[in-house]
């Protein structure tokens, strides 16, 4: 290679280096801009947004440049700011938004201004930077809702909760809280309308008052627990008596803190105060009225009602005299004869009109030293409706089956004297079946043999009989006609003598 040649060569590879590094000593800080919104979804407008971002510069030098300002845009809505750079880069700068924007997609546009100021290469072009970011503002959802029904009762009672969630499909159950404690877990939230229930919850054990019923999904709804309803009750001490007799009552009441008023009959006999907690009132006494002989309601006028039974009164005698015995003494020696006076004290026996007798077959009251007494009826043979006919209210049954058969046994026993209204248990059977008539079987047995042997004998005559008939049309059967019959003619009615003789033949 000769010089010049040489000399072109390096003139042209320094002119490229020169055109290659030049370039490079401009190449920019920063590859690209940015920009992001916080919070970039919302369902309600916030009264601003945070923006955050950064704009690319360039190398000069050894130093680096960068943008002072970048001017960011709410594009539509005709707001924008001027957003100071630090290095190129800012962050959480505020950005007021308008008021009520409504759902839809929003986008944010930075730009840089088109006369920069500051900087030391004020003629110099920045790299551009027109970064964008969006805000989406969401349809506002449907609020969650909750039911629940009835919204008032009592502790232990059973109601029905049903509600909805928003943002049908974020989730799958669902827990129901009574006054913030749960009462039922696991509800399953239906993944395309986001309604659950309904569900029964029990109402927990929890003093009067008015309490919330929430689900965790936002639902709520306040339910009263109502103080348990005291009932309206009605006792009479004792339940029968005579005209005049004391009688004692006492009971319950569901309006409390006010005066009660107790009726015999049609007639109001007393009243009383009730108590402002417990509904209670008494005891109210009073005097049996003269309405007549036999059950009379006794009531309140706060509901409640019993049942009186006014009896007869009946006087005891107080000594043996009526006897008997005194009258037709046997045997004045015996000493036997001065105590018979003491066998009519039977208590049943005035009851049933005086002197000793069988028990009575209806239950009757009658007044003892200890107070009303009823006799227990004899109730022996009766069928279960004709033993609750005798005990006419006065008593009752103890122990009503429906079924059929007569009484064979009672307790307590016929006669007996006890209080009004106590139990009398029997016991029920059918009658026995007729006993069987054992001493027909020899007649009947000795009828059947002798029927046997009589059918017996006469089978056997009718096989003999066929038997001769038998031999006597195959053995004896004349051969060639008649052989003889004596006379040979006679009138209608003459008796006739046929021979019969074997053939000779056959001899």
């Given at each position: 290679m000769d010089i010049r040649s040489f000399s072109r060569a390096a003139v042209v590879s320094v002119v490229g280096a020169v055109l290659l590094l030049v370039p490079l000593a401009q190449l920019p800080a920063q590859a690209a801009g940015s920009l992001t919104v916080t919070p970039s979804r919302v369902t309600e407008t916030p009264a601003h947004v945070q923006l955050s971002g950064q704009c690319p510069g360039f190398h000069d030098d050894g130093e680096s440049f960068y943008p002072p300002t970048l001017t960011v845009t709410l594009v539509g809505q005709g707001l924008s700011k001027d957003i100071d750079l630090v290095e190129g880069a800012f962050a959480d700068e505020p950005f007021d938004l308008p008021a009520a924007l409504t759902p839809g997609v929003y986008d944010f546009s930075g730009q840089l201004p088109a006369d920069p100021e500051g900087g030391s290469s004020a003629d110099s072009d920045f790299p551009a930077c027109d970064p964008t970011a969006t805000l989406t503002v969401l349809p506002r959802p449907d609020p969650a809702t909750l039911t629940v029904d009835p919204d008032r009762g009592e502790a232990g009672d059973t109601v029905a909760v049903a509600g909805s969630c928003p943002d049908?499909?974020?989730?799958?159950?669902?827990?129901?809280?009574?006054?913030?404690?749960?009462?039922?877990?696991?509800?399953?939230?239906?993944?395309?309308?986001?309604?659950?229930?309904?569900?029964?919850?029990?109402?927990?054990?929890?003093?009067?008052?008015?309490?919330e019923v929430t689900s965790d999904c936002g639902g709520e709804r306040s339910f009263e627990v109502l103080a348990p309803e005291i009932p309206a009750t009605l006792e009479l001490d004792p339940l029968s008596g005579t005209v005049g007799g004391a009688v004692t009552a006492t009971g319950t009441c569901p309006v409390a803190g006010e005066q009660v008023t107790v009726y015999f009959g049609d007639r109001a006999v007393g009243s009383g105060a009730i108590g402002a907690e417990t509904g209670a009132f008494g005891p109210v006494g009073f005097a049996v009225p003269d309405a007549g002989v036999g059950p009379v309601t006794v009531r309140t006028d706060c509901g409640a009602e019993r049942t009186f039974t006014v009896t007869l009164t009946t006087v005891v005698p107080s000594s043996p005299t009526p006897s008997v015995a005194p009258e037709t003494p046997e045997t004045p020696e015996t000493p036997a004869t001065p105590e018979t006076p003491a066998t009519p004290a039977t208590p049943?026996?005035?009851?049933?009109?005086?002197?000793?007798?069988?028990?009575?077959?209806?239950?009757?009251?009658?007044?003892?030293p200890d107070g009303v007494r009823v006799v227990v009826p004899d109730l022996r043979g009766m069928t279960e409706d004709e033993v609750i006919g005798a005990l006419g209210g006065r008593l009752v049954l103890g122990n009503p089956t429906g079924g059929d058969g007569r009484v064979r046994e009672q307790l307590p026993a016929p006669g007996t004297l006890v209080e009004p209204a106590s139990a009398v248990r029997v016991l029920l059977a059918d009658d026995p079946p007729a006993p069987f008539p054992w001493w027909l079987v020899p007649p009947v047995l000795l009828a059947g043999l002798a029927a046997a042997e009589r059918t017996r004998r006469v089978r056997r005559r009718a096989r003999e009989e066929r038997w001769l008939e038998e031999q006597v049309r195959t053995e004896l059967q004349p051969r060639g006609g008649l052989p003889s019959q004596v006379p040979g003619q006679a009138v209608p009615g003459f008796d006739l003598r046929v021979e019969v003789r074997r053939h000779p033949a056959q001899l």
């Amino acid at each position: 290679m000769d010089i010049r040649s040489f000399s072109r060569a390096a003139v042209v590879s320094v002119v490229g280096a020169v055109l290659l590094l030049v370039p490079l000593a401009q190449l920019p800080a920063q590859a690209a801009g940015s920009l992001t919104v916080t919070p970039s979804r919302v369902t309600e407008t916030p009264a601003h947004v945070q923006l955050s971002g950064q704009c690319p510069g360039f190398h000069d030098d050894g130093e680096s440049f960068y943008p002072p300002t970048l001017t960011v845009t709410l594009v539509g809505q005709g707001l924008s700011k001027d957003i100071d750079l630090v290095e190129g880069a800012f962050a959480d700068e505020p950005f007021d938004l308008p008021a009520a924007l409504t759902p839809g997609v929003y986008d944010f546009s930075g730009q840089l201004p088109a006369d920069p100021e500051g900087g030391s290469s004020a003629d110099s072009d920045f790299p551009a930077c027109d970064p964008t970011a969006t805000l989406t503002v969401l349809p506002r959802p449907d609020p969650a809702t909750l039911t629940v029904d009835p919204d008032r009762g009592e502790a232990g009672d059973t109601v029905a909760v049903a509600g909805s969630c928003p943002d049908p499909g974020s989730r799958e159950l669902v827990t129901l809280s009574f006054d913030g404690n749960p009462v039922q877990r696991a509800v399953a939230v239906d993944s395309s309308t986001g309604e659950f229930g309904p569900v029964d919850v029990t109402v927990p054990d929890v003093s009067p008052d008015s309490y919330e019923v929430t689900s965790d999904c936002g639902g709520e709804r306040s339910f009263e627990v109502l103080a348990p309803e005291i009932p309206a009750t009605l006792e009479l001490d004792p339940l029968s008596g005579t005209v005049g007799g004391a009688v004692t009552a006492t009971g319950t009441c569901p309006v409390a803190g006010e005066q009660v008023t107790v009726y015999f009959g049609d007639r109001a006999v007393g009243s009383g105060a009730i108590g402002a907690e417990t509904g209670a009132f008494g005891p109210v006494g009073f005097a049996v009225p003269d309405a007549g002989v036999g059950p009379v309601t006794v009531r309140t006028d706060c509901g409640a009602e019993r049942t009186f039974t006014v009896t007869l009164t009946t006087v005891v005698p107080s000594s043996p005299t009526p006897s008997v015995a005194p009258e037709t003494p046997e045997t004045p020696e015996t000493p036997a004869t001065p105590e018979t006076p003491a066998t009519p004290a039977t208590p049943a026996s005035p009851a049933t009109g005086g002197g000793p007798s069988s028990p009575p077959t209806t239950a009757v009251p009658t007044d003892t030293p200890d107070g009303v007494r009823v006799v227990v009826p004899d109730l022996r043979g009766m069928t279960e409706d004709e033993v609750i006919g005798a005990l006419g209210g006065r008593l009752v049954l103890g122990n009503p089956t429906g079924g059929d058969g007569r009484v064979r046994e009672q307790l307590p026993a016929p006669g007996t004297l006890v209080e009004p209204a106590s139990a009398v248990r029997v016991l029920l059977a059918d009658d026995p079946p007729a006993p069987f008539p054992w001493w027909l079987v020899p007649p009947v047995l000795l009828a059947g043999l002798a029927a046997a042997e009589r059918t017996r004998r006469v089978r056997r005559r009718a096989r003999e009989e066929r038997w001769l008939e038998e031999q006597v049309r195959t053995e004896l059967q004349p051969r060639g006609g008649l052989p003889s019959q004596v006379p040979g003619q006679a009138v209608p009615g003459f008796d006739l003598r046929v021979e019969v003789r074997r053939h000779p033949a056959q001899l």
